[in-house]
């Protein structure tokens, strides 16, 4: 087995150093800080090993990561590359769709209820063909700028006799 290399020998010099020390301080993924300090390490003579284990890595982690930034020679190159993430479950839900589906009464819509409840939104929406669950419909809905409140009751008038109601000591 081949001892570790020195920093000298890998390339990693002070200037190196400076810039991973001045990316650590200004990052805020937790990602990205690991993999810094890592090379960080390596580049302060730590072993491979040892700066897996300080910064909660893997030892390959180490070495991919160690490549990467030898290949570009900056901070930038340990970040996560841009990913798509999984595809919506029901894509022809749009907000504008589900902005109109909202805005009409669930009564017009043949149910028993004056206002919509997430749980008869998605029973309405899978009748048209919208599989969801409820939390991506709620999420769905706050994509669209969509908030539910409770209503709240006005009485017309006050009363008769609220102060009794209340508490209040009349005296007669």
Same mark, same amino acid.
């Given at each position: 087995?081949?001892?570790? /290399?020195?920093?000298?020998?890998?390339? !990693?010099?002070?200037? +190196?150093?400076?810039?991973?020390?001045? %990316?650590?301080?200004?990052?805020? +993924?937790?990602?990205?800080?690991?993999? $810094? $300090?890592?090379?960080?390490?390596?580049?302060?003579?730590?072993?491979?090993?040892?700066?897996?284990?300080?910064?909660?890595?893997?030892?390959?982690?180490?070495?991919?990561?160690?490549?990467?930034?030898?290949? %570009?020679?900056?901070?930038?190159?340990? !970040? +996560? &590359?841009?990913?798509?993430?999984?595809?919506?479950? %029901?894509?022809? $839900?749009?907000?504008?769709?589900?902005?109109? @589906?909202?805005?009409?009464?669930?009564?017009?819509?043949?149910?028993?209820?004056?206002?919509?409840? @997430?749980?008869?939104? /998605?029973?309405? !929406?899978?009748?048209?063909?919208?599989?969801?669950?409820?939390?991506? $419909?709620? /999420?769905?809905?706050?994509?669209?700028?969509?908030?539910?409140?409770?209503? /709240?009751?006005?009485?017309?008038? %006050? &009363?008769?006799?609220?102060?009794?109601?209340?508490?209040?000591?009349?005296?007669?």
């Amino acid at each position: 087995m081949r001892p570790a /290399r020195s920093p000298s020998e890998l390339g !990693l010099t002070a200037y +190196d150093r400076r810039k991973l020390e001045r %990316a650590l301080r200004k990052t805020r +993924d937790a990602r990205h800080f690991r993999r $810094l $300090l890592a090379i960080k390490l390596i580049a302060e003579g730590k072993g491979p090993g040892e700066a897996a284990h300080l910064s909660a890595l893997s030892r390959p982690a180490v070495y991919f990561w160690l490549e990467r930034y030898l290949e %570009a020679r900056t901070p930038a190159a340990l !970040l +996560d &590359a841009p990913r798509e993430g999984r595809p919506k479950k %029901a894509p022809r $839900l749009t907000p504008e769709r589900l902005r109109k @589906v909202v805005k009409g009464s669930p009564q017009r819509a043949q149910w028993a209820s004056h206002g919509w409840t @997430v749980p008869l939104l /998605r029973t309405h !929406l899978k009748k048209q063909g919208y599989e969801v669950s409820c939390r991506t $419909l709620r /999420r769905r809905l706050h994509e669209a700028g969509l908030a539910w409140k409770r209503p /709240r009751y006005v009485y017309v008038t %006050a &009363a008769p006799y609220l102060g009794q109601k209340k508490g209040a000591l009349y005296a007669v």
